[in-house]
């Protein structure tokens, strides 16, 4: 019944609607409407989930209307287990990020549109099945996100804004030609047509580059992930959770829905290279993590050793691999997001990231101590916690792929519970003796609703995480049938 529903438009529909809407109503009200528009967009995507079947089609809920003809183009909508669940994380984590933009006071109705128009983008990659609709939503995510850094960022917002458009137009170049060639080579857009096609090796290995130029500083993988930290400590708190937790993952998407799914010949051959680029990110952003003396910019590169793990567990080539990779996406997500609203609450408060500058916290703001632990520690991979279950899978990948590569990635997980239990030690523990601790207040209730569904999201997926991968289990099955 839900089939004979266009739900994949409607639900990209409604955030585009609610751009338009905000701008209809005062600052006053604009927060509201944009809530009712997350909130909507919200209820399609339950509507989707509830009506999603594992062991059914590859592709459900699929839409098709023929758009450039001459191209072979169409609006073409579908979604696997794959994208489900970062439709999921996006309808869930744009409301969050919306609440924790509710301390800014200036431009209200345009910050709250920009992150509607910016989940509407969002979503477009995540549920749309035709290659060129897929390259303008993947890029089409840079104009919300660089006004949102560069009108409410901090001091460098316009130097950090350039330099994350700069990369990305870079790659969104590279990325455009292979878009093209791969549609005037198979004479249609359709991107399920394309995972049957066999493209000649040599112009596969060009494809795969164009791909991966864009994909790497999406993800971003070392060397490409420059821009990343300072984007991160510049934008404002609802612009880092939505770029750690939705953006980054368009890349992993990109790697696994194109480069793995339409290119595989070329992927195998390829995944040393992404192997070796993977281990480099884990332990080099690993150790300029334990450097770091600012909150926001150690969680940034937390991110990119994160990422590494990802790309690690994709390239290995193993259904083990493939799982840990999906798992430390979606766990990401939460953990990122909730890393970030932590560093944003009392920043909030005292108006400094500095480390150097807190000190006791856990006895004065009990009960935002008692959260961001569980958060710590899913950073650090505990078991019973989201953050483990992935890299448990994605080291598992590793070894079956090489144990030296086992080795080397296990050390980057040594290091992550070095410098987070380092940051917590800092921020946390220990005497009140900076006065700017002592004036501290813990969370309020807009604070309790950002934060605690997101640990329980996270305990969740720790303790019962057959839960998710249950529902894109399949598809990477078929994924993995193409890998060969």
Known sequence: MLEAIPLLSLLNAAPFLGFFAVFLFDDRHAKRVALFFAGLTAALALMVLAGFDPAGAPFQFVEKVPWITALGLSY?????????????????????????????????????????????????????????????????????????????????????????????????????????????????????????????????????????????????????????????????????????????????????????????????????????????????????????????????YSSVAHMGFMTLGIFSGTREGLEGAMMVMISHALVSAALFLGVGVLYERTHTRQIEAYGGVAQVMPHFAALMMVFFLAALGLPGTSGFVGEFLSLQGAWLYDGFVAFIA??????????????YKRVFFGAVEKPLVRGLTDLGAREYVMLVPLMLFVLGMGLYPSFVRDVFAPSLMRVMEVWG
């Open 410 to 423: 296990a050390l980057g997980v040594i290091l992550s519970a070095s410098y987070m239990l380092w940051l």
């Open 76 to 300: 073409h909508k579908g979604i696997d287990g794959i994208s489900l669940w970062f439709v999921m994380l996006t309808v869930f984590l744009t409301p969050v990020a919306m609440m924790a933009g509710f301390a800014v006071k200036e431009r209200t109705r345009l910050f709250m549109g920009l992150f509607l128009l910016l989940e509407a983008m969002i979503l477009g990659v995540f549920t749309t099945l035709d290659l060129f609709l897929f390259y303008v939503f993947f890029e089409g995510v840079l104009i919300p996100m660089f006004f949102i850094i560069g009108l409410w960022g901090g001091e460098q917002r316009f130097y950090a804004a350039m330099k994350f458009f700069l990369y990305t137009f870079l790659g969104s170049v590279l990325m455009l030609l292979a878009v093209f060639v791969m549609i005037l080579k198979t004479g249609s857009g359709d991107m399920t047509a394309m995972m049957g096609f066999a493209f000649p090796k040599e112009l596969a290995l060009f494809l795969w580059m164009g791909f991966f130029a864009s994909f790497a500083i999406k993800t971003p993988m070392w060397p490409f992930h420059t821009w990343l930290p300072l984007a991160h400590v510049q934008a404002p708190t609802a612009g880092s959770v939505i770029l750690a937790a939705l953006l980054l993952k368009m890349g992993g998407y990109g790697f696994i829905r194109i480069s793995l799914q339409m290119l595989p010949q070329a992927s195998q051959v390829f995944a040393p290279l992404m192997i070796i680029l993977s281990l480099v990110a884990i332990i080099y952003a690993s150790l300029v993590a334990l450097a770091q003396v600012d909150m926001k910019k150690l969680v940034a």
